[in-house]
């Protein structure tokens, strides 16, 4: 599959400088093959060095299940899911996937079309919880922003939805602008949280 | 971001359809080409699911009676 490519920029986290970067639209072979080669060994390193210092499991990477191969390979045999991935100087900082075919949940908006996150990922050297500084911050704008963009374009008005993994909780809500909904029996308990259209129009005119 | 490549066709509809989809555009706040192009989408995912064995199910929220949706 030939992905779409968009020149974006993120921030390297040792000087604050921008670092030219490319929003794909589509998460192709080499992307996957980034997750395989070089996420999983650092995010087991890591995971490693964390039980050997007794940190408890509860505060691990709470995305160290995903299977993205598996993922991007399901998504890519239905119209009603997209793939996105963002590359920076030769190698895979960020992939997300959403689905087309979910409704909004808050009131006034209930029952309209929206772009739900299923899945949203950092590089594992993105994430300050896991290396300080990171190698690049505002990876996850930057996909939550091609998720918002996305949603205008197929004329949802910006909407968008996501359940948040708790240590992402605070990014959606005061980063995003997202409306909190609270924790979602039916989701394991995560916490979902939705953009309006207002909130979309706030949060696309801060850029990525 | 780069739009992709569209094709355009035509599209007869009966009045009885156009009503409802003028109709379901406006509840969904969508175009007509967005209801239709959710339409594909979601007969898409649900052919193949139903292929693959799978059901689909409506549940109602409050009195959680299961129907279940008979694909022929």
Known sequence: MSA??????LVRGSTDELVPAELRDGI???ELQHWEHHWRPYLIERVRAMQAQGVPRAKWPQQLHWNWRLKATVAEMFLGQRGFATRCEGMTQGLMLVGLLSDARIVEQRGKPLVYVDY?????WNQSSLQRP???RGVGSLLIHAAVTLSVEETFSGRTGLHSLPQSDTF???VCGMTDLGLDAAKQNLRYF???PEQAQVFLKKGR | MPE????????NLSDEEMRVLDSLAER?????TAVLRQALRLYQMVSVRGERGEKLVFENEETKEKAELMLL
Do not use: H, I, Q
Request: glycine fraction near 2%.
């Open chain 1, 120 to 124: 949203l990922e950092a590089a594992p």
């Open chain 1, 4 to 9: 779409e490519v968009s020149a974006v920029f």
């Open chain 1, 194 to 196: 939705e953009m309006t």
């Open chain 2, 4 to 11: 992709p490549t569209k094709r355009t066709m035509t599209l």
């Open chain 1, 134 to 136: 990171p190698k690049y």
């Open chain 2, 28 to 32: 969904k706040d969508l175009t007509k």
């Open chain 1, 28 to 30: 192709g072979e080499l």
């Open chain 1, 172 to 174: 959606y809500r005061n």
